[in-house]
């Protein structure tokens, strides 16, 4: 009969690797990165495995939500990813599934647990915000080099919180302002870094006062701060 047959060639879903997932994620901040999760059709010779994928929850997402005929021992990647825009950190960790299954499988249906640990959100802070360079114009040939100095950029968000911060020229045409660094990075809840800003006038800089803003963006509370650089030629 075709029951028979259906049953001597069924198909079997095998999960993994992984056969469960952890997620960290940022609070607020949308879809992360997906991973993925292999499946298999382990069932019998001559078996077609066809999959509808599904989640137990509104953030949690699988791609594709079908993945069919799978032969025997063939395999595709389901794509799961996170959207923790309207999750919460004092919440986390939070706990779903992803649901594979086919009607025909010898082990319909099989679950992929997801777990998700929600982190708050950074907050960028500086000090001081703003720094001023004294540079003596030359009679003529380069100018005498200019000490450096430095600001600190903290994360002062909450615990867990972590900051991936970026720098960068907001007017981005002061020739003058030669170097910043580090100018990426990662810092934990609390955790400080010491920017160090060096300028440097071009041969021929006329005397005058120059100003300059450097922006430190990054996922945060706060989105960014600034830090004011001025250098005055005398």
């Given at each position: 009969?075709?029951?028979?047959?259906?049953?001597?060639?069924?198909?079997?879903?095998?999960?993994?690797?992984?056969?469960?997932?952890?997620?960290?994620?940022?609070?607020?901040?949308?879809?992360?990165?997906p991973?993925?999760?292999?499946?298999?059709?382990?069932?019998?010779?001559?078996?077609?495995?066809?999959?509808?994928?599904?989640?137990?929850?509104?953030?949690?997402?699988?791609?594709?939500?079908?993945?069919?005929h799978?032969?025997?021992?063939?395999?595709?990647?389901?794509?799961?990813?996170?959207?923790?825009t309207?999750?919460?950190a004092?919440?986390?960790p939070?706990a779903?599934?992803?649901?594979?299954?086919?009607?025909?499988?010898?082990?319909?249906?099989?679950?992929?647990?997801?777990?998700?640990?929600?982190?708050?959100?950074?907050?960028?802070?500086?000090?001081?915000?703003?720094?001023?360079?004294?540079?003596?114009?030359?009679i003529?040939?380069?100018?005498?080099?200019?000490?450096?100095?430095?600001?600190?950029?903290?994360?002062?968000?909450?615990?867990?919180?972590?900051?991936?911060?970026?720098?960068?020229?907001?007017?981005?045409?002061?020739?003058?302002?030669?170097?910043?660094?580090?100018?990426?990075?990662?810092?934990?809840?609390?955790?400080?870094q010491?920017?160090?800003?060096v300028?440097?006038?071009?041969?021929?800089?006329?005397s005058g006062?120059?100003t300059?803003?450097?922006?430190?963006?990054?996922?945060?509370?706060n989105?960014?701060?600034?830090?004011?650089?001025?250098?005055?030629?005398?």
């Amino acid at each position: 009969s075709i029951g028979e047959l259906k049953s001597a060639f069924a198909p079997a879903i095998l999960v993994g690797p992984p056969s469960s997932l952890v997620f960290t994620v940022d609070e607020g901040r949308g879809y992360c990165q997906p991973q993925p999760v292999q499946v298999t059709n382990s069932g019998v010779y001559g078996s077609l495995l066809s999959l509808t994928n599904t989640t137990s929850s509104p953030w949690l997402k699988a791609v594709p939500a079908n993945l069919g005929h799978l032969a025997f021992n063939e395999s595709a990647n389901v794509e799961v990813s996170v959207d923790s825009t309207n999750l919460l950190a004092a919440k986390s960790p939070y706990a779903a599934t992803v649901t594979v299954q086919d009607v025909n499988a010898s082990n319909n249906p099989q679950a992929i647990p997801v777990s998700v640990v929600v982190r708050p959100k950074a907050i960028i802070s500086t000090s001081p915000l703003a720094l001023v360079f004294y540079a003596t114009r030359p009679i003529s040939g380069p100018f005498a080099p200019v000490p450096s100095q430095q600001f600190t950029l903290q994360n002062t968000g909450p615990t867990g919180s972590v900051l991936e911060y970026l720098i960068q020229k907001l007017v981005g045409l002061s020739d003058w302002l030669a170097a910043y660094t580090p100018v990426s990075g990662t810092l934990a809840a609390s955790a400080t870094q010491a920017i160090t800003v060096v300028v440097q006038p071009p041969e021929g800089t006329l005397s005058g006062t120059y100003t300059e803003t450097l922006r430190i963006s990054g996922y945060s509370e706060n989105a960014y701060q600034d830090v004011e650089v001025t250098l005055i030629v005398v």
